[in-house]
């Protein structure tokens, strides 16, 4: 692969109209901002992260999450920057790297726009609502790719349509981003057939056209029939994520008091060594209050981890331009910044996403999601009906619902459930249950 086709301003759906006029804001930093003033950015604040919507205590939801996915993102991109123009001097191709901060960010902003309502369990629970519950009856009326989609929804795949897709109303090309941001959106190019057992893939059937374009454009190389390169800077947004999840599930855990002060204290002290982790006791030996001593600490962490992160994409750059296999970034770091990341992965399996208030939210949301699809999927299936008649009426008129195929009628639920936020889904719920009426 080459940065210069890997990092392109070229718009999906505004091709015709793409022009190589230079401006103060680059197109990059316009998606950015196209993303920070869009609806379905702003839905993420209702929506759950791991934890329950913050109650007294203040803890993350997925918007807070991509944000801080997003600055992590762009700091590691600094970093790997710097290296880069260090290790190569020429001005050109430094005028074509400077954007990467930019994309990057913008992709981790983007990264969980289509995750369902009530954390990864609401994919789960689409998921298995084909595969265990009433839609396996739909499947001998659907493709095995379509069918695939659907017992193996995905929120990645999930936002890569809500950027790309045109939707009732919409223009063409949905959000109209350029190529680049698209191409380090998509952390799983493959489609669903190409699943494997973890269920991950980047894009549906109806948006592989989509991607085919961008990839080709951007000479993403395919690999075999439906499995794609990454592009490189689909592992600098991984690894932002992946940072920024497991460190902060920590510091959210400790606010709940699910784990100590002396439990959190000690994980994110194993990231380092003497005399540094010396120095980080006596700076919170200056402070009183146990949430300031963590985050100071996590700020410490994050920090490590993004110039190791960045020194670590720079040594597999040449492995990552050939399409070869290389991991995720945060597994081929030093050896005790691997150990005491694995160790915070350890500790949120068997401490934090077992917690009661997080098994209690996947519960509710399992019988939530449950009951909208199936009163949605009667809806659109059996149109004639006089109950379906009614609820129609009310589904908001950017998703078909009357679209000509089985297949779209589907996605058009999809899209309206995953859309929702977690607060949406229950007031829904209850209305449609008949436990909540609109005042007389």
């Known amino acids: 692969m080459d940065w210069q086709r890997l990092i392109s301003d070229r718009r999906l759906g505004l091709e015709e109209w793409h022009d190589e006029t230079t401006q103060m804001r680059s197109d990059f930093q316009r998606d950015y901002d196209r993303m920070i003033f869009s609806s379905p950015f702003r839905r993420m604040q209702n929506k759950t992260q791991v934890f329950p919507l913050p109650g007294s205590v203040f803890v993350h939801n997925r918007l807070t999450h991509s944000l801080e996915v997003s600055t992590v993102g762009r700091s590691i991109s600094r970093e790997v920057l710097m290296r880069l123009y260090n290790q190569n001097s020429d001005p050109e191709l430094y005028k074509i790297l400077q954007h990467i901060p930019d994309i990057v960010a913008t992709a981790c902003l983007c990264h969980d726009l289509g995750n369902p309502p009530f954390g990864h369990s609401g994919e789960k629970t689409i998921s298995t609502w084909f595969s265990e519950g009433p839609g396996r009856e739909l499947q001998k009326y659907l493709s095995l790719k379509q069918w695939a989609d659907l017992i193996n929804f995905e929120g990645n795949a999930n936002s890569f349509r809500l950027l790309t897709h045109q939707f009732v109303g919409r223009r063409k090309g949905g959000f109209a981003m350029t190529y680049s941001t698209l191409g380090t959106l998509v952390k799983y190019p493959w489609t669903s057939l190409n699943a494997g057992e973890k269920g991950k893939f980047g894009f549906f059937e109806s948006e592989e056209e989509s991607y085919r374009k961008v990839a080709e454009w951007l000479g993403i190389p395919e690999l075999q029939d439906g499995v794609f390169a990454r592009h490189p800077l689909v592992y600098l947004m991984e690894a932002a994520d992946d940072i920024c999840y497991q460190i902060m599930d920590i510091e959210d855990a400790h ?186």
Do not use: W
């Open 255 to 440: 606010r709940l008091s699910i784990l100590s002060t002396q439990e959190a204290t000690e994980a994110l002290l194993a990231f380092f060594e003497e005399p540094k982790r010396s120095k980080l006791q006596r700076g919170m030996a200056h402070l009183d209050d146990p949430n300031e001593k963590i985050s100071y600490l996590r700020s410490n962490v994050i920090g490590s981890l993004v110039e190791h992160t960045a020194d670590s994409f720079v040594h597999n750059l040449p492995a990552i331009m050939d399409a070869l296999p290389v991991g995720a970034l945060v597994d081929l770091n030093p050896p005790l910044l691997r150990e005491a990341y694995k160790a915070c992965s350890e500790i949120a399996f068997s401490r934090i996403y077992c917690a009661p208030s997080v098994v209690d939210v996947d519960l509710a949301g399992n019988r939530i999601i449950e009951y909208l699809l199936d009163v949605l999927m009667e809806a659109v299936l059996h149109p004639e009906k006089n109950y379906s008649q009614l609820l129609l009426t009310k589904m908001p008129r950017q998703y078909d619902f009357n679209a000509s195929t089985l297949y779209g009628r589907i996605q058009a639920v999809l899209d309206h459930v995953s859309g929702m936020t977690d607060v949406y889904a229950l007031d829904l719920f209850r209305k449609l249950n008949g436990h909540s009426l609109p005042a007389v």
